[in-house]
C-alpha cells in the first residue's frame, strides 16, 4: 500500500515537473528534454572541447537563444546573440545567480563572480570605471605585442611538437602571456 502511494506521488511530481517543460518549450526553443534527466543525455561522456561544440550544433539547430533542461530542476537559456546578452548583463532586475553559481561559492566566496542582487550591483558600480575604453586604451599596444609573441612562442612549439604529442597547453599559455602583459604595464612609467 505506502509502495504504491509512494510511486503514484512519484508520478504525480513527474506529470507536474513534465507540464511545466511543456509550458516553457512553447515560449523558447529547446531539445526534447527526457524524463528526470532533461537534456542532460546530450552531453554524457562528452569532454569540455566535445560540449562546447555541441552547444555550438544546438545553436545551430534551435538559434541564437534555446533552453536547456539540464536535470529535473535546472532549466537553463543560452544566449548566443550579442544583443541579447548584452540585454540580460544590462538589466537591473536580471541580478541573480543561477544554482551552479553555488558551487563556486566555498572557493571565491561572495566576490564579484559569485555574489547576486545588490551586492553584485554594488561591486559592479565600484569596478566599471576601470575597464571603461579610455582606460583601457593605454593597454592596447602592450595586449597587441603580447598576443603577437604569445601566437610566435605556440608556432614555435608546434614545431617542436610535431614529433612528439602535438598537444599544447593552452592554459599555460594564455596564464604566462596574461603575466607578461600586467608585467609590461606595470613597469611602464
Not at 74 to 87: A, G, I, K, Q, Y
Not at 166 to 183: R, V
Request: hydrophobic fraction near 45%; include cysteine; glycine fraction near 8%.
Amino acid at each position: 500500500m505506502w509502495l504504491f502511494l509512494i510511486l503514484l506521488l512519484l508520478a504525480a511530481i513527474l506529470l507536474v515537473e513534465m507540464l511545466r517543460f511543456v509550458r516553457i518549450m512553447k515560449t523558447i526553443p529547446c531539445p526534447l528534454p527526457l524524463p528526470l534527466l532533461g537534456n542532460a543525455h546530450l552531453f554524457v561522456g562528452l569532454t569540455p572541447a566535445e560540449a562546447c561544440l555541441r552547444m555550438g550544433e544546438l545553436a545551430e539547430t534551435y538559434g541564437d537563444t534555446f533552453g536547456l533542461f539540464l536535470g529535473p530542476k535546472s532549466f537553463s537559456v543560452m544566449l548566443f546573440n550579442p544583443r541579447d546578452v548584452e540585454r540580460v548583463l544590462g538589466s537591473t532586475q536580471l541580478l541573480d545567480k543561477s544554482h551552479e553559481y553555488s558551487f563556486l561559492g566555498r572557493w571565491l566566496n561572495e566576490g564579484l563572480l559569485v555574489s547576486s542582487g545588490r551586492k553584485w550591483h554594488r561591486r559592479r558600480k565600484i569596478i566599471t570605471p576601470a575597464f571603461h575604453f579610455r582606460v583601457l586604451e593605454a593597454y592596447v599596444e602592450i595586449f597587441d605585442r603580447q598576443s603577437r609573441q604569445l601566437v610566435r612562442q605556440m608556432g614555435q612549439r608546434r614545431k617542436i611538437e610535431v614529433n612528439g604529442s602535438g598537444k599544447i597547453n593552452l592554459g599555460e599559455a594564455i596564464h604566462l602571456c596574461t603575466l607578461d602583459a600586467i608585467c609590461g604595464k606595470s613597469w611602464v612609467f
